[in-house]
């Protein structure tokens, strides 16, 4: 997959970070750097392309997501950062996932179906991606979620939703909201960076 990678610190984990609908790798490079000067950042760009814009799965139209591809598109992501783990000899133990939207969508699906991989994960602006009768264990893997309570992609019951399964699946889930609609704000990432710190 397309990707930059920028060493950081030993010890410090590596953020993971998916970019939203049109967006690219180097998206969230700088929220990243906000979060933590000292990690180590994988920037990475989805594969599917949807009318010119990047996206990490297909769609079939706004807010219904195509599950075979989306479950495809995850097995896919999740070797490809086992990969770059080895590429790049980073602890693939020692992974946080940071995703805005689309990203925030396909990181909720690797937490869904791997389970407990993952040191933690910042959903920002995140839906519920697929919906089984259950899920793996989350009980190790801290999440934070931010949303816009008026936000016309992802509603407030869906975000609801989404919280209630990561907690049932055992995770320790913080929020933030905002009336900003689907805006991801200054004030969002300094509440992640709050919770990341705060966390690890
Ligand atoms: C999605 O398709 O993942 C969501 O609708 C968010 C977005 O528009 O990217």
Same mark, same amino acid.
């Given at each position: 997959?397309?990707?930059?990678?920028?060493? @950081?610190?030993?010890?410090?984990?590596? *953020?993971? +970070?998916?970019? /939203?609908?049109?967006?690219?790798?180097?998206? $969230? #490079?700088?929220?990243?750097?906000?979060?933590?000067?000292?990690?180590?950042?994988?920037?990475?760009?989805?594969?599917?392309?949807?009318?010119?814009?990047?996206?990490?799965?297909?769609?079939?139209?706004?807010?219904?997501?195509?599950?075979?591809?989306?479950?495809?598109?995850?097995?896919?992501?999740?070797?490809?950062?086992?990969?770059?783990?080895?590429?790049?000899?980073?602890?693939?133990?020692?992974?946080?996932?940071?995703?805005?939207?689309? @990203?925030?969508?396909?990181?909720?699906? *690797?937490? +869904?179906?791997? /389970?407990?991989?993952?040191?933690?994960?910042? $959903? #920002?602006?995140?839906?519920?991606?697929?919906?089984?009768?259950?899920?793996?264990?989350?009980?190790?893997?801290?999440?934070?979620?931010?949303?816009?309570?008026?936000?016309?992609?992802?509603?407030?019951?869906?975000?609801?939703?989404?919280?209630?399964?990561?907690?049932?699946?055992?995770?320790?889930?913080?929020?933030?909201?905002?009336?900003?609609?689907?805006?991801?704000?200054?004030?969002?990432?300094?509440?992640?960076?709050?919770?990341?710190?705060?966390?690890?």
């Amino acid at each position: 997959m397309k990707h930059i990678f920028k060493q @950081g610190l030993e010890q410090h984990p590596t *953020l993971v +970070l998916l970019h /939203g609908t049109g967006g690219n790798e180097h998206d $969230l #490079l700088s929220i990243g750097e906000i979060i933590d000067p000292n990690a180590s950042l994988l920037g990475i760009k989805g594969n599917i392309l949807e009318n010119g814009m990047p996206r990490f799965f297909k769609r079939l139209a706004e807010g219904l997501f195509d599950e075979e591809d989306l479950r495809f598109r995850t097995e896919e992501l999740h070797d490809f950062i086992e990969e770059a783990a080895q590429t790049y000899g980073f602890d693939k133990n020692n992974v946080l996932l940071l995703g805005y939207s689309n @990203g925030a969508n396909i990181a909720g699906s *690797l937490l +869904l179906t791997y /389970g407990n991989i993952y040191q933690g994960a910042a $959903l #920002l602006h995140p839906m519920v991606p697929m919906r089984q009768a259950s899920y793996p264990s989350l009980n190790q893997t801290p999440i934070f979620i931010s949303a816009g309570r008026n936000d016309p992609i992802c509603a407030m019951p869906e975000t609801d939703e989404l919280i209630e399964i990561l907690e049932e699946a055992g995770s320790t889930v913080s929020s933030f909201w905002h009336d900003f609609g689907h805006r991801l704000t200054a004030e969002e990432v300094a509440a992640t960076k709050q919770w990341y710190q705060q966390t690890f």
